[in-house]
């Protein structure tokens, strides 16, 4: 059993920083593939980031590449999502999850741990 909190959401100004950080529970955190998604109103959660247990595998979705930067920090049992020139469109819901295969996926059905959310906003 894995339990995810995470914070660091808030309000930013376009072309502005925030980085969101996943605080996991339980002493085998670093087994999982970690990911984030985001979901805006009225729209499907969608794949943002994710990374390997090992730290050395990432991947991102095009709309962030360049962008957004996925670590972890398995001592801290902790994973981060640092989002630098940051767009009106990335406003949304971001969850980190957990998922125990040894693959990196986009796949929100292969994530079997979630946590609760940090609303991430951007104005314009």
């Known amino acids: 059993q894995v339990q995810l909190v995470e914070s660091g959401g808030g309000l930013v100004q376009a072309g502005g920083s925030l980085r969101l950080s996943c605080a996991a529970s339980?002493?085998?955190?670093?087994?999982?593939?970690m990911g984030w998604f985001h979901q805006a109103p009225g729209m499907d959660g969608e794949f943002v980031a994710a990374?390997?247990?090992?730290?050395?595998?990432?991947d991102y979705a095009d709309s962030v590449k360049g962008r957004f930067t996925i670590s972890r920090d398995n001592a801290k049992n902790t994973v981060y999502l640092q989002m630098n020139s940051l767009k009106p469109e990335d406003t949304a819901v971001y969850y980190c999850?957990?998922?125990?295969?040894?693959?990196?996926?986009?796949?929100?059905?292969?994530?079997?741990?979630w946590g609760q959310g940090t609303q991430v906003t951007v104005s314009s």
């Open positions: 999850a957990a998922e125990g295969g040894v693959i990196v996926t986009r796949s929100r059905d292969e994530y079997d741990y």
């Open positions: 339980g002493r085998t955190f670093s087994r999982y593939t």
């Open positions: 990374i390997s247990w090992s730290g050395l595998t990432t």
